[in-house]
């Protein structure tokens, strides 16, 4: 029982921290860089989402190096929109990152995924995209 206590105590302030972040960071529609925000855990991953509307489940994870260059049109709209989001994640070229690829459940089709690009515990990047259509959209 201590154990869980400790669990959903680490979970809570995890949250806290996502919920300061947001609330430091903001949420302008001409967001620029501001700031770095920080998702340490599996925990505050998911807050994160949850604080913009997504509700979500995990399904994957993958390893992965981010891009020195984007020279594909792919791969120039997804840096645009990330732009968009105040996020920067050319200023992460060439580090290792991990992929993380959650289910969005609240969405009536069951095409949508969430997708969170973090260096170490940085977020570099964020979307939702039908993989129906493969359309991309803001998280945020």
């Known amino acids: 029982m201590k154990r869980q206590t400790g669990i959903i ?6 949250c806290g921290t996502a919920l300061g972040c947001i609330a430091v960071f903001g949420d302008s529609a001409d967001a620029k860089p501001q ?4 998702l340490p855990d599996a925990c505050t991953r998911e807050a994160w989402l949850n604080l913009y509307g997504w509700e979500v489940t995990a399904v994957s994870e993958e390893s992965m190096r981010m891009p ?9 709209t997804w840096l645009d929109l990330q732009l968009a989001q105040g996020l920067s ?4 070229g060439g580090r290792s990152a991990v ?5 969005v459940e609240n969405l009536r089709a069951d095409t949508f995924y969430a997708q969170l ?3 170490g515990d940085e977020l570099v990047g ?15």
Not at 9 to 14: A, D, I, K, R, V
Not at 35 to 38: E, M, P, Q
């Open 9 to 14: 105590l680490g979970c809570l302030l995890t």
């Open 126 to 140: 964020a979307m939702v995209y039908d993989a129906a259509t493969q359309e991309m959209e803001r998280v945020k």
């Open 35 to 38: 700031g770095i925000v920080r």
């Open 99 to 103: 992929r993380y690829v959650y289910h």
């Open 117 to 119: 690009v973090v260096c």
């Open 68 to 76: 020195t260059q984007y020279r594909t049109d792919a791969g120039q």
């Open 89 to 92: 994640p050319e200023n992460y």
